[in-house]
């Protein structure tokens, strides 16, 4: 980073205020951009760059928005106003092929004089400001800020210049894109080497042949030619990766140092007795992983590790395998799951799977057995109290929970393994909460139904192990993927006919809206909002909308449900609803209702997107599909086909063909591979959103890196990072690297950086 040291730390101040060096309106401006420091606006990249030369597209960028554009002056005229007190200068400037009207006001005869001069006819110039509507519906600029491309104050730096590209920045109306670089160069040109404290220690940037970091940060906003971006530009997403490795990599090492319990492997325990009692056979991918957490649980190091996986590849049945380890050595395992549903949903699907050997102490049940304990937020106080001592007395060996099993009155007798699923929906306070209640620090297991890109776990997950699932067991029904254009009722009214087809076949038929009701935001709809809204279809609202959301609203849950009972054809009784803002009671009985087939039609919120698992749920229709990610709708999809019979996801949206949005429809059609799908949806996402801006409710500091694109430099930074940890892990001999990730890791950042 462009930290500066020595004496000259007080005249350049990279942390200091802008205000003071450029004038209080100017750091106005800059504020607005998010530039604070002397450090923010060295960090303030350009957006692009032009060739000096070539115009820029005149058609580019709507009215309301300000825009910069590189273009020659075709036409120029002045008149005087009415009250001829004003020039009104009209000038015409072209890009080769559009031309795009600017007006300028002079009340000095002088300034009219000037924009005369400046604004010559074969003029090519810089041209800043805020588009604007004219009367005639025509584009245009109303006094717009000019930089003429040759007002250079001596021949020499006009050769220097002249070959150059033009950086374009991120700019405000009053603060145009060369106002902001001749700031950027006010602080950037008086730097020297031994000013500039460079995070990457000497040897890495010699073996990696990188820019040293002042050369970089020259080359990024002055650079000779487009190789010369481009290396500075590498060796900048370089500086961003190794950071955040190195942040990483040591909180990978401080968890090491932490003792923990040694959980092997029991021969002839409950595991063995478990894999016995199995109706099917681990695939090789859950024997693989299987064996590499059991080697971390023997271990006397705390196990940090992420299971991610397929939907379907049997997530539940390796985590559960590692819970029993556990408790083969005397200890327990808490599985702490983020909603209720989730949390039932678990407790039953584990009490399934270990039938007598979840019973102990009951009738018929194995006496080298355990317990399995619910804890919820909704249990009565009979049921809670007999659930805290169970989890108090050890009696029970795996205890599953929501936010419950943080409160300060749920104790273990040993706890021994933590195991959350869908950690991303808890903070950093929640999981240390659980982790504390260990007589020494638990092992810990992460799970993710959501398949993640190798180069996002690098990055999300650099401090933990990550084990993957891709084989899905044998037996699992294929799933039909289709779109279907809300707007074609040909096709909807096959859609609830096929509906009802699957009910008197015996199935059961999930409808999936964004939302609850009509004033309800969406919940927990994984959408990116610049990816909705494109090519919808415009048309009179109708009866059969309703159940939709129709092409100007969002379908949701109450008017999809009372559509379908009065529109569809379908039995009424047949349909229930699902969604978060039902007591704990209600969804149960929904979802009991619903597996039972007393009502095989669940309209429903993303609430079922998790964990739910109804063997007989044969098809899924998806109101206002594009309002999703992709990766959501995987794992939506993923609620169907886990029986015998195969499954149907339809889904259905307004988007016409052409559309990005209908591009991602189709790619789900296309295939059911979920990293696949994931990477798909993080390529058309803002990197700030994937790396968890978000979040923190800040601009990110990856401000180069691509998670995606950049794969080989976080695995080069990441290799790195860990070398450097290894030999150095406090950081002792690189105090520049300590600094950096010191500011790297500030409160703001912590959740990021504390994910896992």
């Known amino acids: 980073m462009a930290r500066v040291s ?26 607005k951009l998010g530039l604070e420091t002397e450090e923010d606006l060295l960090r303030h990249y350009p957006r692009r760059y032009v060739e000096r030369g070539a115009c820029t597209p005149l ?5 309301g928005e300000p825009v910069t554009y590189i273009a020659e002056v075709v036409h120029l005229t002045k008149r005087f106003a009415r009250d001829r007190r004003m020039q009104i200068i009209s000038v015409t400037i072209s890009d080769g092929t559009s031309t795009l009207p600017l007006t300028f006001f002079a009340r000095q005869a002088y300034l009219a004089s000037h924009l005369e ?72 040109d008086p730097l020297t080497e031994a000013e500039v404290l460079d995070p990457v220690p000497a040897e890495i940037v010699s073996r990696r042949g990188l820019m040293s970091e002042l050369a970089a940060l020259r080359a990024i906003h002055m650079p000779e030619d487009k190789r010369d971006s481009s290396r500075a530009r590498h060796r900048l997403r370089y500086d961003e990766a190794f950071l955040l490795q190195t942040a990483l990599a040591r909180r990978r090492a401080d968890l090491a140092a932490f003792d923990a319990q ?77 909603t209720e549903v989730l949390a039932h949903q678990h407790a039953r699907t584990i009490r399934a799977l270990l039938g007598p050997l979840g019973e102990a102490g009951m009738l018929g049940g194995s006496s080298e057995g355990t317990r399995v304990a619910l804890l919820t937020g909704s249990l009565g106080a009979a049921a809670r109290k007999a659930a805290l001592l169970q989890a108090a007395s050890g009696e029970a060996g795996i205890v599953v929970g929501t936010h419950a099993l943080l409160g300060e009155r749920v104790q273990f007798a040993d706890l021994g393994l933590v195991v959350v699923d869908e950690q991303h929906r808890f903070g950093v306070e929640q999981r240390d909460a659980l982790r504390a209640k260990g007589k020494v620090m638990p092992h810990q297991l992460y799970m993710t139904a959501t398949p993640i890109p190798r180069s996002v776990a690098m990055t999300f997950f650099g401090d933990v192990e990550v084990s993957t699932l891709r084989e899905i067991p044998a037996g699992r029904s294929p799933i039909a993927t289709h779109v279907v254009p809300a707007g074609n009722a040909r096709w909807m009214e096959r859609v609830w006919s096929k509906v009802a087809e699957e009910i008197d076949g015996g199935g059961r038929v999930y409808v999936v809206a964004p939302r609850i009701s009509s004033t309800q935001e969406e919940e927990g709809v994984d959408v990116d909002a610049s990816l909705t809204g494109e090519g919808e279809q415009k048309r009179s609202p109708g009866a ?93 999809r993923g609620r169907v086909g886990r029986g015998s019979k195969p499954g149907t996801c339809l889904v259905v949206s307004w988007t016409e063909a052409g559309s990005s949005s209908q591009e991602r429809l189709t790619i789900l059609a296309e295939t059911l591979d979920g990293f696949r799908l994931a990477e798909a949806d993080l390529e058309q996402r803002r990197e700030g959103d994937i790396l968890g801006a978000a979040q923190s409710g800040r601009a990110t500091s990856l401000r180069l890196l691509r998670v ?46 504390d994910r896992v």
């Open 708 to 753: 995606i694109a950049d794969a080989d430099i976080i695995e080069q930074a990441r290799a790195d990072a860990r070398e450097l940890i290894s030999e150095d892990p406090n950081l002792a001999h690189h105090p520049e690297l300590l600094i950096a990730i010191t500011q790297l890791v500030d409160p703001d950042h912590e959740e990021f950086l």
């Open 59 to 63: 058609d580019v960028g709507t009215p």
């Open 117 to 188: 001069r400046q604004l010559k006819v074969g003029t090519v110039a810089m041209f800043a400001g805020t588009l604007k509507q004219g009367l005639h519906g025509q584009r245009e600029l109303t006094h717009p800020e000019v930089e003429p491309l040759d007002s250079w104050d001596d021949e020499e730096t006009a050769r220097r210049e002249a070959g150059r590209p033009v950086p374009i920045y991120g700019a405000t109306t009053k603060l145009p894109s060369w106002k902001i670089r001749d700031a950027i160069r006010t602080v950037l």
């Open 6 to 31: 020595g004496h000259k730390a007080k005249a350049i101040g990279a942390r200091s205020p802008l205000g003071r060096r450029f004038g209080e309106r100017t750091g106005v401006e800059l504020a």
């Open 262 to 338: 040694p959980r092997p492997a029991v021969e002839g325990g409950l595991v063995t007795a478990f894999d016995a009692q199995l109706p099917f056979t681990l695939t090789d991918g859950q024997v693989a992983v299987a064996g590499e957490i059991g080697a971390d649980l023997a271990a006397a190091a705390p196990m940090q590790r992420l299971l991610q996986g397929e939907v379907g590849s049997g997530k539940t049945v390796v985590a559960l395998r590692a819970m029993l380890q556990v408790v083969d050595n005397g200890g327990q395992a808490a599985l702490l799951a983020p």
């Open 544 to 636: 059969t909308e309703l159940v939709d959301g129709g092409p100007d609203s969002t379908a949701n849950v109450e008017d999809a449900a009372a559509w379908l009972r009065r529109f569809s054809g379908l039995d009424p009784a047949a349909i229930g609803v699902m969604h978060g803002r039902l007591t704990t009671e209600e969804k149960d009985a929904a979802m009991a209702a619903f597996a039972w087939g007393a009502v095989p039609v669940l309209v429903s919120t993303t609430v079922i997107e998790v964990g739910v698992d109804v063997p007989e749920a044969t098809m899924m229709v998806v109101l206002d599909a594009d309002r999703f990610g992709l990766s959501q709708l995987h794992q939506l």
